[in-house]
């Protein structure tokens, strides 16, 4: 594998463009993180494959057969994350590469996820008398104690301070909020419970949408299976289902140096 040191040239972006939906966890992780995005390819000049890495998991893109043909070297930038806990951690796999993966790797565990994605022409704003704010740093230490996937402080700092931002305070508490993640989907969509119930949720996600489409991006997110809750309120603003992906951990092998 090769460290990319042009995420923008054109043979990256014709291999992106060509890849669908799931190309967006590339293209939103370069458009948040510019040339420090540490991305991985085959091949500079004609790429079959793309991966990215960072705090412990593996986001590759792909046909299986090139995805399986590189599996030792992805073991290998594994083994150099610390918060890979010893295992062959990818996100955000399709269901081709999952079954791939599984007859070469034992399978530890697998999280089904729903992509959804927002057509501009899809869009339906929410209105509120609840004004909308960003988050600031002070907030990031509530932001990791409510999120259920380890996104600790530091993370959660650096979605605050370098994307937007929405969030309702009610008499100066963090009532509802919501965050653009380091690879360009919205998330960490979080109301306190005692103010649940007002639709919040739906207001601050549709703020970040329009904040989204105001800077160029796509609007896009990840719902864990089973959580019809957060379906039902980015449904509510016009997202659509387009396909389901995985959060796996396979039993990762020593690969020679």
């Known amino acids: 594998?090769?460290?990319l040191e042009n995420p923008r040239s054109e043979s990256i972006q014709k291999f992106l463009r060509a890849q669908?939906?799931?190309?967006?966890r590339i293209t939103g992780t370069i458009a948040e993180g510019g040339r420090e995005v540490p991305l991985w390819?085959?091949?500079?000049?004609?790429?079959?494959?793309?991966?990215?890495t960072g705090r412990g998991w593996l986001a590759p893109l792909g046909r299986p057969e090139a995805l399986l043909a590189k599996l030792g070297d992805m073991e290998r930038l594994s083994a150099q994350m610390e918060e890979s806990d010893g295992y062959l951690k990818f996100s955000s796999l399709s269901l081709d590469v999952q079954k791939a993966v599984e007859r070469r790797r034992k399978l530890i565990r697998?999280?089904?996820?729903?992509?959804?994605?927002?057509?501009?022409?899809?869009?339906?704003?929410?209105?509120?008398?609840?004004?909308?704010?960003?988050?600031?740093?002070k907030d990031a230490k509530t932001l990791a104690e409510n999120s259920p996937y380890d996104q600790g402080e530091e993370y959660a700092l650096a979605?605050?301070?370098n994307a937007p931002t929405a969030a309702i305070r009610i008499e100066g508490e963090l009532a509802s909020y919501i965050v653009v993640h380091a690879n360009g989907s919205?998330?960490?969509l979080h109301t306190m419970d005692h103010f649940r119930g007002q639709g919040l949720a739906r207001v601050v996600v549709s703020a970040l949408v329009e904040a989204q489409f105001a800077r160029g991006r796509e609007a896009y997110c990840y719902i864990v299976e089973g959580n019809e809750a957060s379906e039902r309120v980015f449904e509510s603003v016009g997202f659509k289902r387009v396909m389901d992906v995985y959060w796996s951990a396979f039993e990762r092998r020593e690969a020679a140096p």
């Open 1 to 3: 594998m090769i460290r």
């Open 20 to 24: 669908g939906p799931l190309g967006m």
């Open 41 to 52: 390819v085959d091949d500079l000049t004609a790429p079959q494959m793309v991966v990215n």
């Open 110 to 137: 697998a999280s089904p996820v729903g992509m959804f994605i927002l057509e501009k022409k899809d869009f339906r704003p929410v209105f509120s008398t609840h004004r909308v704010e960003s988050l600031n740093p």
């Open 159 to 161: 979605r605050i301070t």
């Open 186 to 188: 919205i998330g960490m």
